[in-house]
């Protein structure tokens, strides 16, 4: 490994998390929300429905993280990326067809095996990928660096999966409200976000080189349960996954209920949320660079704590001070404020993730880039699940009415509460977890001092010196 990349190198890592955000992001925003207001799924049903999709990806991660860490000498990372990723396409498309098949049952049903399918998919064309991240750099700061840029693509997917549905759906149905609008229009945007996502991620498994791998200890195993619990004991990986699971269960409930609030709490029409919404990931994605460079001087704990604090004031304001049906300066500030914190608690946490492969190479002998990144991605899944239907059940425990802006005070208060107090708490909690991180720039230096050490093969023997005649045996001769 080297520790300087090119830009160009950067450049062509990113793109594969294009591909892999957007389909999570257009799935987290709008699948539920599709299923809901224009499928005909009541909430409860199509919440299980995307539950028991990602359920079942969480299970099979693992086996695919380890999967890639045994071929990566045969295979490379990124044949992955190249053979899964139309197929995953493909489903993705196909889960957009759901209105057009007869029955309510068969939609259930359908939803529930194509987000299995899907789901299984893309992390197949995505784990590996993400594992190959700490082999192309061991420096600390370089691996921010190289985040930055996958997050940076990783925001432009988010901003398009966000923004742009709601502009293609009522700009080619001439609907006036989403919820009301046909599905022919939500078809366009899968296909389209599936060929997007599948062509970046071709761009990565095509464009990026992976480096030569040395055998370094002994080969990986296969996946067994002790294998898990090593790898989890790792030091620092504990708290660092207390901070992703709380930021991904507070991210995914603000994204999924995003539409219903922006719909029927801050009461804005379609045609104003799209450039709003592509204000606040304008910001996101502009920050990445200021927070690289931050990191350089505070450390990555230090910044992840700052941004989880600017998520906490930022949710807040959008429920209790943002005038409602205008654009006001204060939800201009907002958008601003919630788009710095979202910049840092999206790098951060991936940012350190490859720092605890150090660790673990030194307790076990190991480089298990796939499990940890599979182990990471079974947590977030799940955690996306409970998130997605945890909304899934408020709305439909406070009575939302499909197909209508317009809803009961009831429910316009639940939807608030879900975008505020209940993510908030979760940032605050992961606060806690952050402060308790051990992994610093000065101990990760040293791990990979004590690695180079154990690598460097011992000196070759010298010439033997003669032997020093023994005391008197010449004068006896």
């Not at 991660?61 to 071929?71: F, Q």
């Not at 190249?82 to 029955?103: D, N, S």
């Not at 977890?433 to 050490?453: G, K, S, V």
């Not at 033997?464 to 010449?474: D, H």
Request: aromatic share 10%.
């Amino acid at each position: 490994m080297t520790a300087r990349l090119r830009p160009r190198d950067k450049l062509l890592y990113g793109p594969a998390d294009f591909g892999g955000n957007l389909v999570g992001v257009v799935g987290n925003t709008w699948l539920l929300y599709y299923l809901v207001n224009i499928a005909g799924l009541a909430p409860l049903p199509a919440g299980l429905a995307f539950l028991a999709g990602r359920l079942f990806d969480a299970l099979v991660d693992p086996a695919i993280g380890a999967l890639s860490d045994r071929l990566r000498e045969r295979r490379g990372r990124l044949w992955f990326t190249r053979v899964f990723a139309v197929p995953a396409g493909l489903v993705f498309a196909a889960l957009w067809l759901i209105p057009y098949v007869e029955g309510t049952p068969a939609r259930f049903v359908l939803a529930a095996l194509g987000f299995m399918a899907l789901s299984a998919l893309y992390s197949l064309a995505t784990i590996p990928y993400l594992a190959l991240g700490p082999e192309l750099t061991p420096d600390s700061d370089e691996r921010t660096s190289l985040n930055s840029y996958r997050l940076a693509f990783s925001m432009l997917a988010t901003l398009v999966g966000v923004a742009l549905p709601p502009l293609l759906v009522l700009g080619l149905t001439g609907a006036r409200d989403l919820a009301a609008s046909p599905p022919g229009g939500w078809l366009v945007v899968g296909v389209l976000c599936a060929a997007a996502a599948s062509s970046a991620l071709l761009v990565t498994g095509f464009g990026v080189r992976e480096p030569v791998r040395t055998r370094r200890g002994e080969e990986s195993p296969p996946l067994t349960l002790r294998a898990v619990r090593e790898l989890l004991g790792t030091f620092g990986l504990k708290p660092l996954l207390g901070v992703f699971v709380l930021v991904t269960v507070a991210l995914t409930i603000t994204n999924s209920i995003l539409p219903f609030f922006l719909e029927s709490v801050l009461r804005l029409p379609g045609a104003l949320q799209a450039p709003l919404l592509g204000g606040l990931f304008v910001v996101a994605i502009l920050g990445f660079a200021g927070w690289a460079w931050l990191s350089a001087r505070i450390g990555k704990r230090a910044g992840v704590m700052l941004g989880l604090g600017l998520m906490v004031v930022s949710l807040l304001l959008y429920v209790y001070a943002v005038p409602r049906g205008v654009v006001s300066p204060s939800l201009i500030g907002t958008i601003v404020v919630n788009g710095l914190g979202l910049a840092a608690v999206s790098l951060f946490p991936w940012a350190m993730l490859p720092d605890v492969l150090e660790f673990d190479e030194l307790r076990s002998g190991l480089r298990r880039e796939g499990l940890l990144y599979a182990l990471l991605l079974f947590a977030l899944k799940a955690a996306g699940s409970f998130g997605v239907f945890s909304n899934a059940l408020v709305t439909s425990l406070l009575g939302y009415v499909p197909g209508s802006a317009a809803q009961s005070p009831e429910t316009v208060r639940g939807i608030a509460l879900m975008m505020g107090p209940v993510p908030c708490l979760l940032y605050l909690l992961a606060l806690v977890f952050a402060w308790r991180y051990p992994i610093t720039r000065e101990n990760h230096a040293e791990a990979r001092a004590d690695l180079a050490a154990r690598a460097t093969p011992p000196a070759p023997p010298g010439p033997r010196p003669a032997p020093a005649p023994l005391g008197g045996q010449e004068a006896h001769d």
